[in-house]
Structure formats: structure tokens, C-alpha cells
């Protein structure tokens, strides 16, 4: 990246003379004091290189260096200069080249041309430049039998000569008599992505598709290992092949996080065309799979989660990369997260990932130099729990050159040339030592368009460098190195505790869930939650809570079409002390069969008990979209509400059981179907009789009104005898008085009458007579007072006493109109 900043306080004390002597070189710690607070702020002219030729510089190489200038202010800037500045003498380590790297161009002591930047004077105006110089001009110092790498600055200052922009690169040149060993240099070329699905059934975005495009940053990358002969060793993520093969084989759903809906895409041609540009591009190359989804090793372990990193390496997760390639993984490398892990990680890995041999790929930073003083190369051993096992070692500064600020054009070119130095400084700092270095760029690599060609090129066209098959260097011998471990600061960037509780959480209940399912499984969480363990979610921590959420949601969603099917109210009537409690069991998935066992739990076993299901019944299978009843035979002791909970449990798992159930309340009233029935019936019956005899009364009443008004035959009106309000009163009937046993027996003689039988004393004297109150005791010549038989209480009649002297008759009653004190009132 570019470096820039102002040192107002040492730019009096710049030399001012283009083209001076050359100086011996000092190290930038001791060349001047440290930068000033001015210099840290970001600079007022932005510099950029677009050019920086040759590559390779001989002592009689023309020399050009190109770039862009930028007023970065609100204002005006006018009386700009820019010069060029240098060291005429190479960097003696790779140490110093970091200090210039990282320093100001005002630690350079030699001063070169200058040119005026008139065109950047208005805010925001941009200006090229050039400057064009020899290797004699500059009077560099080529080193005899080496390589020698220079470094070369431009500075922009202000009238004032306070340095306002700059940046520092390097030249690296090569001599004509050429005394030291090519340094072998081994690519691995990671094809790693982030996620951009959870479940399998949508993605989140579709960002491959302009990823995977010929611009994009996946197809650049195939592009660049496709156009170079430079031998590379893949490093895929099968769960990248997998999108993008999900993508090619037809249409797929896009539903960003909140979206109501998913957005249908047709058929990926450029995931297709990616797949078949990575399998010819691959032809020849040795490749390994990682995990499936990258997950985050060191994390897993921590948290006790070993399983889902077994899951990850299964073959059904990362065979994949064999579909899409045509032939199975051909190097055994594990390359944990960063280069970097500790013990359990490492035994893991091992476990899985070098069953059948192979090396760890491991950051040079993890390892202490060697201890027999040499220079470090790219092998080692390390000791873990599963013994001792070999390890390549990428070199972690030529990663970070590599990875960091090559996004853009400008970043580019200084990728290009500190490369190059680098490599060149490797060669330079032991001539007589054989070198090896391993290049493993960022899992998620994005380099400039041309950046990742360029660097395959020169490792095979530089003159200090050789490249070589992974494999090569991992035969050569091993260096002694001490193992550092796992650092305790890189804790605080794993995936953390909430995430991956909750993946915990998902995982156990998506298990239950996959034991309910029969026949062909068509609905699967695995590589789901493999998703959710992936490394690229630490950068993404807002995208990683939406993520969980979204799966823990889709799979509710599931688990909610295998239910119990209840009413809205969700309350069940039981007629009676027992009965059967209806349930309905239905299975909505659209594609996968089901086997549940439903239990039946009474809240209260002392009102209401609940028989047992025999198993043949209790346990249901279902195919997608159909339904299944039950009956579970219930006995209540009283009326009341009863709570029971019904749940869907796995056949043979001990009881535990799918989703959250469902609770319903059964009401019991007491009365059984056919007790209800008898008194539905009794009560219907007695509202037919009811309405007979209103409808005979009513009848009776016309047929009094239609008459002449008279009683029975010979009765004057007002005079008959009192009935009991039904048809046909005054007759005989059941428990009444017999008409052949009342009366005088004489010709005339009318039936005498009683009440309607009662039981108790008050009932057992004579009858009362028909007449009304205060009527003559005898106006039709019926007899005389007191003549006739009296009905007892049993319905019997007897004959009535002879006559007291009074002329009443003894204990006769009299209704009305008679004595009141000659008898009883009724």
C-alpha cells in the first residue's frame, strides 16, 4: 500500500542537489529522527504508481517510473514540486527493506530529477508523471555475484519545501556474473469464498455471480493459474463448488435477509462456464479440500464442537470437489485458519486431513528460526498429540505483500515490485544456502485485475527464483524449528460464544428432527450449519446473527408441518365418565415421509386417566401431505376441565419428542350419550302430551261455547258439577269414584263427584257435592240433602251416615256455601 505523510520539521535539512553522490546507506531506524504527529496525517497530494520498469534492472538499463498525483485538500495548492529519491546502495537484509518500506522517501539520502505539478493546484485535480533516469545516472551500486534491491522515492513538496505526499518503492537489479542459488518458490492457490446461503434452499445474495464472472475475483483467479506454465497447488473450499454447481444445474432462489419473498434466477451460464474453466486450469495440478464451509477450526475446538469439524471433512460434504473436478483430492495438506493453531487443533486436523500422510501449512511466524543458524526455509517438523508430522511453512511477510493493498491498480504495482524484492533479498541475504518458500495468499484473496498473472510470471521469469511443485519442497530435508503455539491474542478474533451456542442449539434440534425421517432423506441441515461454523463469518458479525436467525427460523418453519392438528380453541367435549379423545396427526412437507409416536399426557392422572395406545397404533407414518387419526380412550371421576398434553415423540428414542406439542383441555359434563338420549326423549314426550291436552281443552271449551249453555242433561246453567279440568271430567275414571256405586241409586239421580284423590287426613271425610256456593240444596228434585254415597280418599265409595237432627249430615264438608263452622275448609 502507499505510505505517505509530511515531515515538515527535517525538509530544511533535505538536500536539494539532483543527481548527488551516492551516500552509504543507513538503516532508516538510525537515519532520522522518528516522523512527526504532521506526518502520520494523511497526506495532501496522494501519490500512485502506475508503472515501474524494467522489472529487472542491469547497469545499463533505461529506468522509468510513472505514476498519478492528486490534490486531496478543499484547496489550492500552488508552487508543487515532485522529486524523485533514492539509494544508490542495495539493502543489506530483509529486516532493513521492511524499515524503508514502511518509512517516509526523506530517509532516502540521495536526491534525483524534480518536475513541477502545476495541473494538481485545484482541489481534487489529478496530474501524471513520469520520471525517466538510467542505472548510471543514478550511479546504483550493483553487487557482484547477487541480486540487489534498491529503494527508490517520490516526494511532493510545497514552496515552503515541506514534504505534502511521497511513497517508496523498490528497484531490483541483477549482475552479470551470477554467484548464488535460485530460491525455490511454491505457490498455493486458495479458491476459498465466503458463504452465501445458510440453508440449501436459497441463497442471500448472489454475489458469486459477479465473483465467478472473467473480472470477477474467482474467475480472475482461474484466469491467471490457467495463462502461466508456474505449477500451483489448489486450495479449494468444497463449499464454494457446491454454490456454484447448485447455481449451473437450474434455477435457483435469491431471498436477502428480511426479504418477504425469494427472487427466482434463472440458470447460472456463469457458474457453469466457471466450472469448466476451473476443471481445465486444474488439469495437471495437485489439490486439496478443506473443510467443508472453512469452518473456524481453533474455535470448534475451543468450545468442545469436535463433531462438526468431523462433519466437515466427511466425504459426502467435500467429495464435491471430486464431482466437479473428475478425480479425487491428490495432496494431503491441512491448513488451519491462519497458519496458526494449537494443540487440539492440530490433532484434529491430523485426525482427518493427514490420515494418509501429508504436511500442515502453517504460518513461518508460529515457528522460531532455526536453531542451527541458518536461514529459515519452508520445511519443518511439529509435535502434536497425534505425533510428530511434517509442516510447510509459508513465509509470512511475502503473505502479507502479497494479500495486503493489491486491490487496486495503483496497490498493484507496489505488490508487484516488493515481490520482487523480497524474493530477490531471500537470494541475496545467503548465496551458498539452498532457499525454499511457500506462497499461500489469503484464503479470500482479491488481487488487482492482472496482479495474480503478473506474480505467477515473474516466479517463473525472475532470474533469482525457480519455481517448484508443492510436493518438492515438502521431500526436502526438515529444519529444527521450536513451535511457538497457538498465540493467546488471536482468542478474541474466533467466532464467538453466542454464535456458536446457537448453532449448538440448531444442530441438536435439527437432529431430532432428520430421526423423525423414513425412506429417501430430501431435507437436510448438515452443510446448513457447517455454513454457520465458516471462518468468514468473524469478519461479517452482523451477517453472521442474520444468518443463524434465518436457519433456526427455516427450520421451525419445517419441523411445523409434522403436527398436531388441534381447534382454535383447542378444547375437546367428553360426554359422560368416559370416551374416546379424538387427535388428528398430519404430515405438510412437500417431499419427505415421516414416522412419529404420539403420547398422550393426562395434567391430572386422579381425574382423568388416559389409556394406552397400543404400539402398532401409536406409532404413525406419514407420507408428504397426509393425515392420521387417532382415539385415546379417556375416564374422568366428575365433571370439570382436564388439561392434557399431546406430543409427537421418535419411535425408539426414550421419550424424547419432535417440536413443542400442543396442550388441549377436555371438558367432561357427567352424562353419557344414551343418558342424554333417554332424557331428551322423556322431555320430548312430555311436551307432546302437554300439547294433546291443551289441544282436547281447547276443543272441550268450543264445544261448551257451540252449546246451549246447560250442564249435563236436566241441569239448569251454573248447577253442574265440578270436573277436574280434563276432557270428560266428572266421569269414572282410574282411581275416581265408580258411577254405579254414587248417588241414591234413585232414577235422577246425578253422579255424585269428588276431588281429585289426595293422601293425608283432610281427604278421608265425605265428598264435597257439585253445587256451587250458596246454591238451594236441592233444586232439581234429586234427592234430598245428604242422600248418596261419599268417595273416601282410596277412591272407594262408602254409604254416608243417616242424618244428624240439624238436618246436616255428620262430618260432611261444604265448599263454599256451606256452614263454615259445620266443617273443614278445603
Not at 425469494?262 to 457453469?272: I, L, N, R
Not at 473436478?325 to 491430523?350: F, H, I, K, N, S
Request: hydrophobic share 35%; aromatic share 6%.
Amino acid at each position: 500500500m502507499r505510505r505517505v505523510g509530511r515531515a515538515v520539521a527535517l525538509a530544511a535539512l533535505l538536500p536539494c542537489f539532483a543527481l548527488a553522490a551516492p551516500a552509504p546507506l543507513t538503516p532508516p531506524a538510525t537515519a532520522a529522527p522518528p516522523a512527526t504527529a504532521q506526518a502520520k496525517k494523511r497526506a495532501q497530494v496522494g501519490i500512485g504508481l502506475t508503472k515501474v520498469g524494467p522489472k529487472t534492472v542491469r547497469a545499463d538499463s533505461k529506468i522509468e517510473i510513472s505514476g498519478l498525483a492528486k490534490n486531496r485538500t478543499g484547496d489550492q495548492l500552488a508552487g508543487l514540486t515532485l522529486r524523485l529519491r533514492y539509494s544508490a546502495q542495495p539493502v543489506l537484509s530483509r529486516s532493513q527493506l521492511d524499515q524503508f518500506a514502511t518509512g517516509q522517501p526523506n530517509l532516502l539520502p540521495n536526491v534525483g530529477p524534480q518536475q513541477p505539478l502545476a495541473s494538481v493546484a485545484s482541489p481534487g485535480a489529478t496530474q501524471e508523471w513520469t520520471f525517466r533516469t538510467t542505472a548510471k545516472a543514478l550511479r546504483l551500486n550493483i553487487p557482484t555475484g547477487a541480486p540487489g534491491v534498491y529503494p527508490v522515492g517520490v516526494e511532493v513538496l510545497n514552496p515552503a519545501q515541506q514534504v505534502v505526499g511521497g511513497l517508496t518503492t523498490f528497484l531490483t537489479a541483477m549482475p552479470k556474473q551470477r554467484h548464488f542459488k535460485p530460491v525455490a518458490v511454491s505457490w498455493v492457490w486458495p479458491l476459498v469464498d465466503r458463504m452465501h446461503r445458510t440453508g440449501d434452499r436459497a441463497f442471500f445474495d448472489d454475489a458469486l455471480t459477479g465473483d465467478m464472472s472473467p473480472d470477477g475475483r474467482l474467475g480472475s483467479l482461474v484466469d491467471a493459474a490457467a495463462a502461466t506454465d508456474t505449477p500451483v497447488t489448489w486450495g479449494i473450499d468444497p463449499a464454494l463448488l457446491d454454490d456454484a454447481q447448485r447455481m449451473a444445474s437450474g434455477k435457483y432462489a435469491v431471498q436477502p435477509f428480511g426479504a418477504p419473498k425469494a427472487t427466482q434466477k434463472e440458470k447460472s451460464t456463469v457458474a457453469a462456464s466457471w466450472l469448466a474453466a476451473l476443471k481445465n486450469a486444474s488439469k495437471g495440478d495437485p489439490y486439496f479440500t478443506l473443510p467443508y464451509g472453512d469452518p473456524d477450526v481453533v474455535a470448534l475446538i475451543r468450545h468442545k464442537m469436535p463433531r462438526d469439524i468431523g462433519l466437515a471433512f466427511a466425504e459426502r460434504n467435500t467429495g464435491v470437489a471430486t464431482q466437479v473436478l473428475g478425480r479425487a483430492a491428490d495432496a494431503g495438506v491441512a491448513w488451519p485458519v491462519y497458519g496458526a493453531g494449537g494443540p487440539g487443533t492440530l490433532e484434529q486436523l491430523a485426525g482427518h486431513a493427514l490420515k494418509d500422510g501429508g504436511s500442515f501449512l502453517m504460518s513461518s511466524s508460529q515457528f522460531q528460526p532455526p536453531q542451527t543458524g541458518e536461514l529459515p526455509n519452508a520445511t519443518t517438523r511439529v509435535r502434536t498429540r497425534a505425533g510428530e508430522r511434517s509442516a510447510l511453512l509459508f513465509d509470512e511477510k511475502l503473505n502479507k505483500i502479497v494479500s495486503e493493498g493489491s486491490e487496486t491498480s495503483y496497490g498493484a504495482q507496489l505488490t508487484e515490485q516488493r515481490f520482487l524484492a523480497e524474493t530477490a533479498m531471500i537470494a541475496a541475504e545467503a548465496p551458498n544456502q539452498q532457499r525454499s518458500v511457500v506462497v499461500a495468499p489469503d484464503r479470500h484473496w482479491n488481487p488487482a485485475p492482472g496482479l495474480a498473472e503478473k506474480l505467477l510470471k515473474y516466479t517463473g521469469d525472475a532470474a533469482w527464483l525457480r519455481d517448484l511443485p508443492l510436493d518438492d519442497i515438502e521431500s526436502a530435508a526438515p529444519q529444527a524449528r521450536a513451535f511457538n503455539g497457538y498465540p493467546d491474542s488471536f482468542e478474541r478474533f474466533e467466532l464467538g460464544d453466542a454464535h456458536l451456542a446457537q448453532i449448538r442449539t440448531t444442530a441438536r434440534r435439527a437432529a431430532t428432527f432428520r430421526e423423525v425421517m423414513t425412506n429417501d432423506i430430501n431435507i437436510s441441515y448438515e452443510r446448513a450449519l457447517l455454513r454457520l461454523t465458516s471462518v468468514s463469518w468473524r469478519a461479517m458479525p452482523g451477517r453472521a446473527k442474520q444468518a443463524r436467525n434465518a436457519l433456526t427460523l427455516q427450520l421451525d418453519d419445517d419441523m411445523s408441518q409434522v403436527r398436531i392438528v388441534t381447534t382454535k380453541n383447542k378444547r375437546v367435549l367428553m360426554g359422560g365418565s368416559s370416551g374416546k379423545l379424538p387427535v388428528l396427526v398430519e404430515n405438510t412437507l412437500h417431499d419427505q415421509s415421516v414416522k412419529v409416536r404420539l403420547v398422550a399426557t393426562s395434567e391430572n392422572t386422579a381425574k382423568l386417566q388416559l389409556a394406552q395406545l397400543e404400539p402398532e397404533e401409536a406409532v404413525i407414518e406419514l407420507r408428504p401431505g397426509e393425515r392420521a387419526q387417532r382415539w385415546i380412550p379417556a375416564q374422568a371421576a366428575g365433571n370439570g376441565n382436564f388439561r392434557v398434553r399431546l406430543d409427537l415423540a421418535i419411535p425408539d428414542s426414550g421419550g424424547r419428542t419432535l417440536g413443542d406439542g400442543e396442550t388441549i383441555t377436555v371438558v367432561t359434563t357427567g352424562y353419557g350419550r344414551i343418558a342424554l338420549l333417554i332424557t331428551g326423549g322423556g322431555l320430548a314426550v312430555l311436551f307432546v302430551g302437554v300439547g294433546v291436552r291443551a289441544i282436547r281443552a281447547r276443543r272441550r271449551r268450543k264445544a261448551e261455547a257451540a252449546g246451549d249453555g246447560a250442564g249435563p242433561a236436566g241441569t239448569p246453567p251454573g248447577t253442574g258439577e265440578q270436573g277436574y279440568g280434563f276432557p270428560g271430567a266428572g266421569l269414572a275414571g282410574p282411581g275416581l269414584p265408580t258411577p254405579g256405586l254414587s248417588g241414591t241409586g234413585l232414577p235422577g239421580t246425578g253422579p255424585s263427584t269428588t276431588g281429585p284423590p289426595t293422601t293425608g287426613p283432610s281427604t278421608t271425610g265425605p265428598s264435597t257435592t257439585g253445587r256451587p256456593p250458596g246454591s238451594p240444596a236441592d233444586p232439581a228434585g234429586n234427592g234430598a240433602p245428604g242422600t248418596g254415597t261419599a268417595a273416601d280418599g282410596d277412591g272407594i265409595s262408602e254409604p254416608e251416615p243417616e242424618p244428624a237432627a240439624d238436618g246436616n249430615s255428620p262430618g260432611r264438608r261444604t265448599t263454599g256455601g256451606g256452614d263454615p263452622s259445620g266443617g273443614d275448609r278445603d
